[in-house]
């Protein structure tokens, strides 16, 4: 298993300070299953190349295994692919001889660990049974060049085809910090296994490692699965923290806040309302196929599945917890089959791009953007009205001037314990007026619930078309 990585920075040989491996010394560090031998095929001002090679001890590999323990026969463990290709062994061996590197620290040399180098990055074999789409659909958003090349099974007999392994060539002016994180987490994503037990650890390390870049991977679904080894719960566990902001308590009390928001609202029947506004607002832009951005339990995305003008809904959330519960509410499980093509569920975030929020011709925010952090406002402003862009917006959020009309609502405190901001009527107009400048849309205003001559009314939406 080789891997190699060229840096034609210049001096190109200060990669050694970076990696902490001299280019005139071979080094040998011992491994749980074999060794890692670290050397430097070239050395010069202009270019400077440098190899990571594991030897597997084949003995050790399976070493303390219980044999029983899943479903590969004895000689499997002896007769495998693991010595050769690409696998979570790499990344653990990156981890232990490159790991300073990998945390972005270089004694002496920092100002350099903090700059994008020109790196050349080859892996001998790396698995793929997703072909060469899968590797450019990992690797190509991170902003790197794409060179595949698919290895046949065996050159000496042509016939038995090609593999599922490929010699990949990475480019890319990148830190070598974030170089080395991406290798670290993507190649068993890309082996889809591990060589060890995968616990609740591995959803820190993948959140810790990931960062920001995960959260915007137009992949990052099956990053995250693949990663942690198709375990379902620690899947939606990772998904959860990492398109919240790892809140510390995810959800936990989300079901009791909406009540105590529904509670408040109930006496002037204010969501049946929104719904029928929003259903009104839907019916006359004739929309066909909807988007509900922040779905929650599926309240509106059910209203929609009883109006036949429309062909296709389309639910959003960030929490899976609200998601089960909206499948629970629709009886997904249950439903008609030409009813049940209708409607798609998914989990998303409003403040990421996302190509499955494309070809809608309305989408609806309701009651949403109030539980968003204002300084990730211009983020979910781009993703909907720039990229994503339906032809009508309808969006809704309360009006904090008529909260004095709620008695039970303590003055100076927000509807709903995970509102961010509540928005007077200039502030709302405000904001909507210039999205709607700044990307070609109108945008016209419409009062729901009774209306107070001096406060307005408790909720206030914009309709957008283009």
């Known amino acids: 298993m080789l891997l190699t990585i060229a840096s034609t920075h210049r001096p190109a040989t200060e990669l050694g300070y970076l990696l902490a491996k001299h280019p005139d010394r071979c080094q040998t560090f011992a491994l749980a299953y074999g060794n890692a031998h670290v050397f430097y095929p070239e050395a010069t001002e202009e270019r400077c190349t440098a190899a990571l090679l594991l030897d597997f001890d084949p003995v050790g590999l399976v070493r303390g295994r219980r044999w029983g323990q899943d479903s590969e026969g004895t000689l499997a463990h002896y007769v495998n692919d693991r010595p050769y290709t ?33 790196l050349d990055v080859r892996l001998s074999a790396v698995p793929s049974r997703g072909g060469e789409h899968l590797l450019r659909g990992l690797f190509e958003p991170l902003g790197y060049e794409v060179e595949a090349q698919r290895i046949p099974l065996d050159e000496a007999f042509p016939e038995w085809g090609q593999g599922n392994c490929f010699e990949l060539r990475l480019q890319a002016n990148v830190r070598l910090a974030d170089l080395l994180t991406h290798l670290y987490l993507l190649i068993p994503v890309l082996d889809n296994q591990k060589h060890y037990w995968v616990g609740d650890d591995e959803v820190d390390k993948l959140l810790e490692k990931g960062g ?14 693949r990663y942690l080894k198709h375990r379902r719960s620690l899947f939606r566990d990772a998904l959860e923290r990492l398109m919240a902001g790892d809140d510390p308590e995810p959800e936990e009390h989300e079901a009791e806040k909406e009540q105590e928001e529904e509670a408040l609202e109930r006496p002037i029947s204010l969501n049946d309302q929104r719904l029928g506004a929003v259903l009104a607002v839907l019916k006359d832009a004739r929309a066909t196929h909807v988007l509900d951005l922040g779905c929650g339990e599926g309240k509106l995305v059910e209203a929609l599945l009883r109006e036949q003008s429309i062909a296709r809904v389309v639910g959003v959330d960030v929490s899976m917890r609200s998601l089960e519960r909206a499948r629970d509410r629709l009886k997904l499980d249950r439903m008609p089959e030409m009813r049940r ?61 008529y909260n004095v009309h709620f008695d039970s609502l303590p003055a100076g405190r927000l509807r709903h314990r995970d509102h961010r901001f509540e928005w007077t009527r200039q502030e709302f107009q405000f904001w909507c007026t210039g999205v709607a400048d700044r990307h070609g849309y109108g945008v016209r205003f419409l009062p729901i619930g009774d209306e107070d001559a001096e406060v307005g009314s408790p909720t206030q939406m914009a309709v957008f078309r283009r």
Request: glycine share 4%.
């Open 86 to 118: 690409a696998s979570s062994f790499l990344s653990v061996a990156i981890a232990q001889v490159f790991g300073s590197a990998m945390k972005g620290v270089s004694k002496g040399r920092q100002e350099l660990a903090d700059l994008s180098l020109p």
């Open 212 to 225: 920001e870049w995960l959260r915007a991977h137009p992949m990052r679904e099956q990053i995250t699965l």
């Open 341 to 401: 093509r209708k409607v798609e569920l998914f989990q998303g975030s409003l403040t990421y791009r996302d190509s499955r929020f494309s070809d809608c011709d309305a989408a609806c925010v309701i009651e949403v953007i109030e539980h968003v952090d204002a300084s990730r406002l211009g983020a979910f402003e781009r993703v909907l009205f720039e990229f994503a862009k339906p032809p009508t917006v309808v969006l809704t959020t309360p009006n904090i001037e």
